[in-house]
Nanobody, 121 residues
Framework: QVQLVESGGGLVQAGGSLRLSCAASGRTFSRYAMGWFRQAPGKEREFVAAISWNGGTTYYADSVKGRFTISRNNGKNTVYLQMNSLKPEDTAVYYC??????????????WGQGTQVTVSS
């Protein structure tokens, strides 16, 4: 059974940085694409970033491009989201997800439980 566990969320001031981690288990991590999504209160879940199985291809939402970086360490079965220059509008619950296909939609098979990121102004 696939399990995804996010960590690294917290409270940070605007302009600050956080690094989220997502540890995967249950199947061969290095074969699958990974994505990060977020959901703010009262809003729909939205795409943030995605990375291919080998890290060779990445995609970002326009709202985070140039500020966030997705990466992965297949030896540690972990995907990361480095978030810099954080803004109050980045406040949300952040989720990682795993699937066979690298897509920027919500069509991922497996999801973590989420980690809260709060950016104060």
């Amino acid at each position: 059974q696939v399990q995804l566990v996010e960590s690294g969320g917290g409270l940070v001031q605007a302009g600050g940085s956080l690094r989220l981690s997502c540890a995967a288990s249950g199947r061969t991590f290095s074969r699958y694409a990974m994505g990060w999504f977020r959901q703010a209160p009262g809003k729909e879940r939205e795409f943030v970033a995605a990375i291919s199985w080998n890290g060779g291809t990445t995609y970002y939402a326009d709202s985070v491009k140039g500020r966030f970086t997705i990466s992965r360490n297949n030896g540690k079965n972990t995907v990361y989201l480095q978030m810099n220059s954080l803004k109050p509008e980045d406040t949300a619950v952040y989720y990682c997800a795993e699937d066979e296909l690298l897509v920027t939609t919500l069509n991922y098979r497996y999801w973590g439980q989420g980690t809260q990121v709060t950016v104060s102004s």
